[in-house]
């Protein structure tokens, strides 16, 4: 089963544009609305995905038939409201950030030593991007390397006035590269944890009580050098608020290297699970996940 991350943001160029222009003058909460009545409806009857997500709400949460299909729609809602943040975030708007654990990222960004930021397809993570500030240190965050270029401009004009860096995952593994030259450079690297990119290479770990995937770069990037790494997960708790969790991620580092890998994606594995517990309907891997 494919788990590869291949997905790009919805619709073109012009529909950004357009999506942008009309949040810099309207609440975000009527657009809710809008995809409330009129989109999420259509994606439940069109989009296969729901099939997976129903599953998931059955199996890992075992939820009855009616309350697994709620939970459906309300995963479908909650997605649609993730993404409508991002353009009013790119249409200038703001939203109430709470951080939970930011002595943790503090103190890491105070060191001379790069560190290892992993995040999950959970909650909005971008907002991340945008909240957690390291002065000195330059922050490098993983992107697709096929996403919309409509979404690539409006990203780069956010970060213009940052110490903030996009790297594109691309074919031909040039990402590699850079990774490792802002590590060694003492740098901030953000990736996410929760689906294979460029290698195909895998961790088993049990989650949410089955046998799902990891992939296994971003744990061997981090313990390569032995690094210290954060758990970074932006979880939505209102229509204009949400909670940044940051967690350390504890493994031996003076374990033969494949315990120190396995070490470190079980820890991940684990403050993932405890994330996700807390908000189930905010899981957005719609593949099937698990075995």
């Known amino acids: 089963m494919k788990r590869n991350w291949a997905g790009t943001t919805y619709g073109n160029g012009w529909m950004h544009k357009w999506l942008i222009r009309m949040l810099r003058y309207s609440d975000v909460r009527l657009w809710y609305a809008f995809v409330a009545v009129c989109v999420v409806p259509v994606c439940l009857l069109v989009n296969p995905a729901q099939k997976i997500i129903y599953r998931y709400f059955r199996k890992r949460w075992h939820y009855s038939k009616v309350r697994a299909a709620l939970a459906t729609y309300r995963n479908f809602y909650l997605f649609a409201q993730v993404v409508i943040d991002k353009f009013a975030m790119y249409a200038g708007k703001h939203f109430n950030i709470e951080i939970v654990g930011n002595e943790h990222f503090l103190a890491l960004a105070s060191r001379e030593d790069g560190f290892v930021q992993l995040s999950a397809h959970v909650g909005n993570y971008e907002i991340a991007g945008y909240s957690l500030v390291a002065e000195k240190k330059r922050f490098?965050?993983?992107?697709?390397?096929?996403?919309?270029?409509?979404?690539?401009?409006?990203?780069?004009?956010?970060?213009?006035?940052?110490?903030?860096?996009?790297?594109?995952?691309?074919?031909?593994?040039?990402?590699?590269?850079?990774?490792?030259?802002?590590?060694a450079n003492g740098e901030i690297v953000s990736m996410p944890g929760d689906r294979i990119f460029g290698s195909e290479k895998s961790i088993e770990t049990d989650f949410l009580g089955a046998t799902a995937h990891l992939p296994a770069g971003p744990f061997r990037v981090a313990t390569m050098r032995g690094l210290d790494c954060l758990a970074v997960n932006v979880m939505k708790t209102g229509a204009k608020s949400y909670c940044i969790y940051v967690s350390p991620l504890i493994y031996n580092k003076q374990a033969p290297r494949p315990e120190q890998v396995r070490g470190l994606a079980d820890s991940y594995a684990r403050e993932l699970e405890r994330i996700i517990t807390m908000y189930p309907e905010q899981w957005y891997n719609y593949f099937e996940f698990w075995n």
């Open 140 to 183: 490098n965050a993983l992107v697709f390397g096929g996403e919309k270029a409509s979404v690539m401009k409006n990203r780069n004009k956010m970060f213009a006035n940052t110490n903030i860096n996009m790297i594109g995952i691309d074919a031909d593994m040039s990402h590699l590269y850079e990774i490792n030259s802002a590590l």
